[in-house]
């Protein structure tokens, strides 16, 4: 069983800048492919980004390629997602996910946190 919670989020400007975290407990995330997903309010979940076990594959929605990166950091156990330049339209509720096979951009993943919500006022 893995425990995954999102910290990080916020209330934030349009143009700026926010990091959000999802750390773990229970397994090594070394071991599991992670992804960010988000979903707005009356929208379904959607995929932001990927990062494979090994880092090795990195997959970005396109609204948020260029402005968004995701990293891992297997040694602290936690996935991160840097997100600069954000606009009105990042607003939405942050959600982490893992999964030991899965490398997909549908919500198709075993484990998810509890979000985290992201608001950037305009």
């Known amino acids: 069983q893995v425990r995954l919670v999102e910290s990080g989020g916020g209330l934030v400007q349009a143009g700026g800048s926010l990091r959000l975290s999802c750390a773990a407990s229970g397994r090594t995330l070394s071991n599991y492919n992670m992804a960010w997903f988000r979903q707005a309010p009356g929208k379904e979940r959607d995929f932001v980004a990927l990062i494979t076990i090994g880092g090795a594959r990195i997959l970005y929605t396109d609204s948020v390629k260029g402005r968004f990166t995701i990293s891992r950091d297997n040694a602290k156990n936690t996935v991160y997602l840097q997100m600069n330049s954000l606009k009105p339209e990042d607003t939405a509720v942050y959600y982490c996910?893992?999964?030991?096979?899965?490398?997909?951009?549908?919500?198709?993943?075993?484990?998810w946190g509890q979000g985290t919500q992201v608001t950037v006022s305009s």
């Open positions: 996910a893992a999964d030991r096979l899965s490398v997909t951009m549908t919500t198709g993943y075993d484990y």
